[in-house]
């Protein structure tokens, strides 16, 4: 059912975010645009202190953590559920002990180290992204050959037996596949894989969350720039709910709401 989507609003504190690089990065800002997540329909509010695209600058777990301070307090405040987007152990154990809902790393939790840490968090949901870069931001780099669906499996088969060993419950994990660059320089890895969710859901019984808001690949296919690109990432966020996706992280939730109203209003 449609109804069960969450949302998860976007909330880059950072200076360089591709699509908002800076707008967001002072305290006030920050909260401001948490409190307009929420209204616009967010459940859970993905908070980034540091940008992964290619051109990203690198941003120490201090500065990470000066960030998350300076709004944290304040976004508990609001009641919303909190994800912490960093791919850092210092700052996810840091978040941990402030009592976030969600840690998401984009490398999809690869410090065998962290897992005690993760074991002993049992309420916090882990979204367990997958990448062809495996470690660090995102790059330009070309998708490896062969089918990509069967990558991104061979890769949660992996990760998510090593997080169950560590005594990492199945139930608290979510599966991202990843999408634009993490995939590869050009769209088709992103369209295969968002074909191919239905099957990636059979597979491993785990909530799949998408992330394709303004991504370049939509706009690569469509020619629109970032900020005319609402219309294919709403097309987009759609086609990935009605393949079995669970969760849409997204810069303009009042879209996505309002398309998945539609839809319940449809019997969808």
Known sequence: MTSDVQIFGILNITADSFSDGGKYLEPEAAIAQARGLLVAGAHVLDVGPASS???????????????????????KEMGASLSIDTFQPETQSWALSQGVDYLNDIQGFP????YPVLADAPDVKLVVMHSIQGRGPATRTAPPSGAMVDHVSRFFEARFAALERAGIARSRLILD?????????????SLEVLNGLRA???RFQVPI????SRKSFL??????????????????ELYAVAGGADMIRT???????????IWQALGH
Do not use: C, W, Y
């Not at 301070?69 to 976004?75: D, H, P």
């Not at 596949?177 to 890895?189: A, E, R, S």
């Not at 706009?219 to 709403?234: F, H, V």
């Open 53 to 75: 695209h290619p051109d990203s600058q690198p941003v120490s777990a201090a500065a990470e953590i000066e960030r998350l301070s300076s709004v944290l307090t304040a976004l």
């Open 111 to 114: 410090d065998e180290s962290l």
């Open 177 to 189: 596949p990843g999408m634009g660059f993490f995939l590869g320089n050009k769209p088709d890895p």
């Open 200 to 202: 990636l859901k059979a």
């Open 209 to 212: 969350l998408i992330s394709v």
């Open 219 to 236: 706009r690569t296919l469509t020619g629109a720039e970032i900020g005319g690109s609402a219309a294919a990432t709403l097309a987009a």
């Open 251 to 261: 810069h303009e939730p009042r879209q996505i709401a309002d398309g998945l109203a």
